[in-house]
């Protein structure tokens, strides 16, 4: 005779996913979905968006040749190590209502047009696609998203929207950003929930969803359905009582390890007790202006990871600065000809490679940290890493490089190049929606109805 299973080795190599459906069965519909924010090995996905501003030096970036592959020049360069894990996409039109510096970069991340007069508006008339995604993805972590900025001054336009009209400001200060994300981590009394609690709401959400069906079902039920269901329920509760759901809510486990920004690890960092005005003001310019700001934008990133690690949030904005000062380079240079203000070319350069050395750096912080199932949190991850303009002096948005690392663990598959036919102007929203798609999101476009083009980069091939 064929020896049974085990209940409990049934119960553990199950999972609820065999637990609800039953439920669904009574009510003659179909199973669960899976959850959206997971991997196929259950591993949670995540997020981190890093935009730079006023355009840069197109050229400077990579040739892509006659088979699709890239040959990274001086920008690229730093991240060459990586090139397995990277796609470049190159052709699209960023979507703004004008080419001004307020229009592109409130539609950066909205795909939507400013609302207002430009010389006072700061908002975007819809929603963001960080926020869109987190949204599913987000929904049972501490902090649904995270939003970081370099710039200083309040005349940057936020990236970040909740929805229409509603900015998401970002945190402008590297020392704030612990404090007010990862500085109570494991304190029983701290304002952020500790680990056990987000253990315990997930479990309160699974009863919840499962005494919510059984009400719905059991009044209309005859009495021998009613029975069944009565021990359905009794063996689900056992279930949840004893099935580990820390896999899926606790994927950093014992990686979990939080560090403040340190002069230790970045010896450029300012004082952690340096004014506020001194941490705003100064580093108003981001990557163009003082080289101490790779250390703040560095320190930044660290947060985004260990936020990762410790499934704090799962979705990370990061405002990384311009490529250059604003009416100083981005009015000068002549992107095709530096002999016109090599000056002020190589300036715009060498900020695009200090960008590129920037997320080097975190993307070997993501390579170097475990998940807890064998791999590391790059492999569950998606770096979007997009410019505003092309060209900073002429305000040109098309034919624009963007550059995604990683795949959201496995929805496309990368080590390659993607050009675009810039006539084409298919808009970046196109990117945007396809984005939406690896995080398990069936949106069909994003962002304004009538710059939406074709929907999502089918040349992508995201396994939707």
């Known amino acids: ?39 196929s090995q259950g591993v949670p996905k995540r997020l ?9 030096i197109p050229n400077e970036w990579c040739d892509i040749n006659s088979n699709g592959t890239a040959v990274f020049k001086k920008i690229l360069k730093p991240l060459e190590k990586h090139r397995e894990r990277m796609t470049i996409i190159r052709g699209l039109t960023h979507a703004a209502n004008g080419g001004t510096h307020e229009a592109v970069e409130l539609a950066a991340l909205t795909g ?21 995604i987190a949204n599913v993805i987000g929904a049972n972590t501490v902090r649904k998203s995270i939003s970081l900025s370099i710039q200083g001054k309040n005349q940057y336009n936020p990236l970040s929207h909740f929805g229409h009209s509603q900015p998401n400001f970002p945190i402008k200060n590297p020392y704030t950003a612990f404090d007010q994300i990862l500085s109570n981590i494991g304190k029983p009394n701290g304002s952020m929930m500790t680990r056990e609690d987000q253990l315990q709401k997930k479990r309160e959400q699974v009863l919840k969803h499962t005494h919510e069906r059984y009400k719905e079902l059991f009044a209309r039920l005859g009495q021998d359905d009613k029975l069944r269901l009565e021990a359905h329920l009794e063996s689900l509760n056992s279930l949840i009582k004893t099935l580990d759901l820390q896999q899926q809510v606790d994927q950093g486990g014992s990686h979990c390890a939080v560090s403040k920004p340190s002069k230790s690890k970045h010896s450029l960092l300012p004082e952690s007790d340096a004014s506020s005005k001194f941490l705003t003001e ?34 990370v904005t990061l405002d ?28 715009v350069l060498n900020a695009g490679v200090r960008c590129a050395q920037n997320i080097n750096y975190l993307v070997d912080q993501l390579v170097s940290t475990p998940d807890g199932q064998g791999g590391n949190l790059m492999d569950s ?15 040109t948005l098309n034919n624009c490089t963007d550059v995604l690392i990683g795949n959201a663990g496995g929805m496309f598959n990368t080590n390659r190049s993607i050009s675009i036919n810039p006539k084409d102007n298919r808009r970046h929203t196109e990117l945007l929606t396809s984005i939406a798609n690896c995080f398990g999101l069936s949106d069909s476009g994003f962002g304004k109805i009538d710059w939406r083009g074709e929907g999502r980069i089918h040349e992508l091939g995201i396994r939707v």
């Not at 703040?296 to 990762?308: L, S, T, V």
């Not at 016109?340 to 300036?347: M, S």
Request: charged share 25%; aromatic share 10%.
């Open 112 to 132: 939507q047009p400013y609302v207002g007069d430009r010389k006072t508006t700061k908002f975007a008339a819809g929603i963001s696609i960080d926020q869109h």
């Open 1 to 39: 005779m064929k020896k049974l299973l085990d209940r409990r080795d049934f119960i553990k190599a199950s999972g609820l996913s065999l637990g609800l459906p039953w439920l669904e069965y009574f009510a003659g519909q179909q199973a669960l979905a899976a959850d959206a924010g997971l991997t």
């Open 320 to 347: 990384q600065g311009h490529f250059h000062r604003h009416g100083s380079a981005s009015h000068k240079v002549d992107v095709n000809n530096r002999s016109v203000a090599t000056a002020e070319y190589d300036e």
């Open 282 to 315: 100064e580093y108003r310019y981001g990557v163009a202006d003082l080289d101490r700001n790779q250390d703040i934008i560095k320190a930044y990133m660290d947060i985004g990871a260990q936020a990762f690690s410790c499934d704090v949030s799962r979705v």
């Open 381 to 395: 991850s998606l770096i979007y890493w997009m410019q505003s303009h092309q060209d900073g002096k002429n305000h």
């Open 48 to 56: 981190f968006i890093v935009f730079n501003g006023l355009g840069t």
